[in-house]
């Protein structure tokens, strides 16, 4: 409750200094799939960002590939869209909550602090807030399934399975055939059911909401450039009712 407090009596005008997150933000490596061997190489992309809900991104490319041109260019077009927000978000919280409890920790009377006792930290309003990320991208050769979809995609399932299955199908297994029609982008164009196991009419409605908002596969480039061909890929999905 008092932290709350002290949260709460903060004033507007603290938030007037800019704030530099001091490290470099290592974020995971980000994979597309495309038609060349690449030989592993991994394109490392700087990216310096300013704001914190819809930041303004400048990209630098570390490491360019001496003959992959347009490797290259995917690869600052990638850094560029990235969605930094939500990790800007965290970090944002994060560094003005520690300097919120570093406050209180060296307060003997926390319950007695007012907006007074702050007015001699930095901290950043969210549009001069500055950070800057490192992104590792890979092109590895041919559409590959991502490995991360059936987790993905069963957690988004778990959400549905009180409107699928009934309280007598306890244990119960059902296996669904799609034929999924996958855009370069690596998402569900189109979904046709091929076989359901069951007579459970509600496991096909269900599923293809997760589908269709899951991507399937990674993007596929082809000669660095995002494709606009279609695959077809038989998806098999099984469900266990709890």
Known sequence: MQKLCV???LSASLFTNNALAKDTIKLNKYIETTNIDTHNYIWYVTAHTTGVDDPDVQ???DN???TLI????RALQIAQNKSYSPKLRYIYDDLIEAQIDEIIQNSTLPSELTSDDF???SLPTEKSFKATFT???QFKQGRQIRPDFNRRFARKARL???KICYASDKGVSINLTYKVTVSGDGRAKQIKLLRNSSDNVMAPKYTHRPLRQIPIMYPYTENGVLSKKNIS???PIRLTCP
Request: no cysteine; aromatic share 12%.
């Open 233 to 235: 890929y038989i998806l």
């Open 59 to 61: 990209v630098e490319l």
């Open 70 to 73: 347009a490797y290259n260019k």
């Open 160 to 162: 549905y399975m009180n």
């Open 135 to 137: 992104l590792p991208i």
């Open 7 to 9: 949260i709460l009596a």
């Open 64 to 66: 360019p590939h001496p």
């Open 119 to 121: 007015k001699n930290i």
